[in-house]
């Protein structure tokens, strides 16, 4: 079991009425101008924008809005924001929305004291040293990033999706009402779904086997959003299994799933590149991905995909063949996926099988131009990356 140090401050506030709260909770730390960053016309629509509007002028909280934030959020935008805050002195940012709002909102917070291009630091320029206080309404579970320290942005220019990592941007509080995901699509229900079983596996999947107990709240979580998700998607408003699954979440990417371990996330990077250069959703590309790594890398890793197999997806044991419990517990994953509308290929996630030219340039972003290697578990050099886009590409 590896040492480790847990670290997760956000305050998060759960339920029906949560979202009464949000006065309070920015005046608690120190919002006196506030910019809310959301993303397209869903959050005016459901209401949602026009209630945060209305509890902050009643409680005399001035704020300014930039929308507009796509799903793998743009760097272009995070620069306007920057601009935006210096030039209204936002002294606070609340994030309505999900994952890409979240990321834009921390980027947007490490940009307005830093006197270089905010790119600096996905570029490797530069450490983030400081980020303006942020606090989260959450509208789609998925990405985590209400109670994680990563930042994800695609820079328009040449369209390069990089991650950050610092405590500094972690959110002071995150509001979570459940029934603020009753409409969303089941498609992007299904792919949330997929990243927050994904966050917990990119951990699961570790060279340390001996964590106990993180091991068995790993397995639950996973079983939990496994039995959830069919239950939403057959009825959008169950309370119960939307709760489960928001909650989550937000457990998948705050660590708490790696204490004692070391995550993996070869498959996020792998999809980080699949989703800047194509577009796609990143739960979906991580659900394309996945089976191709797993295979890729299970022969050497037996007994840790039976586990798997046998606590999470429910395989039986074969005692005489480990290998074959592991495949089973791959296929079924991915039996798993496409019963919720989730591609296990390339081909199905884009359209079409992408070229060589194509792999080739997925590879060299990939690997920093062949400077970088990825993964924990196991290390994978480009020639890895290669393969392992070649197999998810037949």
């Known amino acids: 079991m590896k040492d480790f140090n847990f670290y997760a401050p956000t305050r998060v506030v759960f339920g029906r009425e949560s979202e009464e709260k949000l006065p309070q909770l920015i005046k608690q730390y120190g919002g006196a101008k506030v910019l809310v960053h959301f993303g397209g016309g869903s959050a005016r629509k459901s209401g949602l924008l026009d209630k945060v509007e209305k509890m902050l002028g009643e409680a005399g909280i001035a704020y300014v809005e930039l929308g507009g934030v796509v799903p793998n959020p743009l760097l272009s935008k995070v620069r306007e924001g920057i601009e935006l805050c210096r030039r209204e002195h936002v002294d606070f940012i609340l994030a309505v929305g999900g994952g890409s709002v979240i990321d834009s ?17 996905w570029d490797g320029k530069a450490v983030p ?10 509208t789609i579970p998925a990405a985590g990033s209400e109670m994680s320290s990563s930042c994800v942005i695609t820079n328009d220019e040449g369209m390069l999706k990089r991650g950050v990592n610092s405590d500094l941007c ?25 990243d927050i079983m994904m966050h917990t596996m990119e951990r699961y999947f570790s060279k340390y086997e001996d964590a106990v107990l993180t091991d068995a709240i790993a397995e639950a979580l996973l079983r939990t959003v496994k039995d959830a998700t069919p239950e939403v998607l057959r009825r959008p408003d169950d309370y119960k299994h939307r709760a489960a699954i928001m909650w989550a979440s937000s457990l998948s990417h705050n660590d708490l799933t790696e204490c004692g371990t070391e995550k993996d996330f070869a498959c996020h990077k792998l999809e980080h590149e699949l989703s800047g250069m194509f577009g796609v959703t990143h739960g979906a590309g991580l659900a394309a991905i996945w089976g191709s790594w797993a295979r890729y890398v299970m022969d050497r890793h037996v007994s840790r995909f039976a586990k798997f197999a046998v606590d999470v997806m429910g395989v039986t044991q074969d005692f005489t063949d480990p290998k074959a419990t592991a495949l089973k517990g791959i296929e079924a994953m991915e039996a798993f996926f496409v ?33 970088m290697n990825i993964g924990a578990m196991e290390v994978l050099k480009p020639e890895d990356m290669t393969a392992i886009y070649e197999k998810a590409n037949a």
């Open 170 to 194: 972690r959110c002071r509080f995150a509001i979570m009402n459940p029934e603020r995901t009753y409409t969303l699509p089941p498609y992007q229900t299904a792919a949330g779904a997929t």
């Open 129 to 138: 040293q400081a980020c303006l206080p942020i606090g989260v309404m959450l």
């Open 339 to 371: 019963s919720i509308g989730m591609p296990v290929s390339i081909p199905e996630l884009v359209g079409r099988r992408i070229t060589a030219e194509e792999i080739k340039a997925l590879v060299e972003k990939c690997s920093r131009g062949g400077k």
């Open 105 to 121: 909102a921390k980027a947007i917070g490490y940009g307005v004291g830093y006197e270089g291009d905010v790119w600096d630091f």
